[in-house]
């Protein structure tokens, strides 16, 4: 999924600042499930961009700070201009959206609370909403918006996941990014051990030279515990290779 086109099929119908939003922040919320990332806003500035595109569909023109649930709720689907998809059906997705936000404490993501699935149907529901509004909204060949579409929908897994106790990472190109993935997983950090077993294509002593090169680099940290923790620009880093996984 390439962000560029993505931006440029909506803007054919949208003002570019609000298709530039709009994928970003869908992006960020892809970006929260694969990593399951805590204290995430990217729901409701979804919602909000949402709302904003819907009225500039409408009307030409959007509120700075819209009303998302009076909107949604009392006046979206009087927009006569617009097609069922998204006059109807799209504004009752994103009230399912922005209910999470509201009222499932959707912003403390841990593994074993509903938040995990409601972080997951969220991302679902803007999926399909992005499907549609591509739908119905492209000026580019049909070909090429179908693609767009199916990258859009393609699924989306965590980079890390627990099965019987035992971490296992899926995400990451080499070593050092599988071990910068696993480590902004658990914050409290991992021990060398726990980490070769999580990355379970590599010789030991390819993971400890790599650990030791992370911590040369300022990137991760090894506690009093024996413990390895990200720095903050390891953290950084966490952040770039989701970026470049949620893009691809």
């Known amino acids: 999924m390439q962000k560029d086109d993505l931006i440029n099929a909506l803007a054919s119908a949208l003002d570019i600042s609000l298709a530039t939003q709009i994928v970003s922040h869908f992006l960020e919320l892809k970006k929260d499930v694969i990593s399951r990332r805590k204290n995430s806003t990217s729901i409701g500035k979804f919602t909000e961009t949402f709302v904003q595109c819907h009225q500039y569909l409408a009307t030409g023109n959007y509120d700075t700070m819209p009303n998302v649930d009076r909107y949604l709720c009392q006046q ?37 609370d509903q938040n995990v699935y409601d972080i997951e149907t969220a991302y679902h529901c803007a999926v399909w909403i992005m499907s549609e509004m591509l739908r119905e909204l492209h000026q580019i060949p049909m ?10 929908q393609e699924s989306v897994s965590h980079v890390v996941e627990i099965i019987d106790g035992s971490y296992i990472v899926h995400g990451g190109t080499s070593i050092p990014e599988k071990i910068i993935l696993l480590l902004s997983h658990v ?55 989701i970026a470049k996984i949620a893009e691809t």
């Open 143 to 152: 070909d090429k918006a179908a693609l767009l579409i199916k990258s859009v």
């Open 187 to 241: 914050p409290d950090g991992l021990d060398r051990e726990t980490i070769w077993q999580a990355v379970k294509t590599a010789k030991k002593e390819t993971v400890y030279r790599s650990l030791r090169r992370l911590e040369n680099q300022i990137l991760v940290h090894l506690t009093t515990t024996r413990q390895y923790v990200l720095t903050t620009g390891g953290q950084r880093r966490a952040r770039d290779i």
């Open 76 to 112: 979206a689907e009087n927009q006569g201009r617009l097609p069922d998809g998204l006059r109807i059906c799209a504004p009752r997705v994103a009230r399912v959206i922005y209910t999470f936000r509201n009222k499932r404490n959707i912003a403390h993501i841990s593994d074993l």
